[in-house]
């Protein structure tokens, strides 16, 4: 199945205009509310490192999202935005830490236990 995503203008303005957050160490989410089902926008800057690093951070939180994604309740727009301090972890720890923070706050937000 491949991810909903965002991309009307509108809404991604609403998006990321949005007051509803959530920040972690290393990601925040912002909160919109929507039509229809959950969708994702999910932006990954430059200082994150080179373009191999930050398409793998996008498969690993589009992945997440994906195998979650019966959590996510309907009418709600989300926006994963990475802080550039993901660039000092290790390749080996990458992958863990953001699932990690993904599940600790996505948790937090939804109000249920989620799988890292």
């Known amino acids: 199945m491949r991810l909903p995503a965002v991309k009307i203008r509108h809404e991604v ?56 994604y019966g959590v996510f309740p309907e009418g709600n727009m989300w926006f994963i935005k990475v802080s550039p301090e993901v660039k000092e972890l290790s390749d080996r720890k990458l992958s863990k830490e953001l699932r990690g923070e993904l599940a600790e706050l996505f948790s937090k937000v939804i109000g249920r236990r989620l799988n890292a």
Do not use: D, Q
Request: proline share 4%; hydrophobic share 35%.
């Open 13 to 68: 303005i609403k998006l990321v205009s949005s007051e509803k957050r959530i920040r972690g160490k290393l990601l925040e989410i912002r909160e919109a509310e929507c039509y229809g089902s959950p969708r994702f926008l999910i932006a990954v800057p430059k200082r994150c490192g080179k373009a191999v690093r930050r398409n793998r951070i996008k498969r690993i939180i589009r992945e997440w999202c994906r195998v979650n």
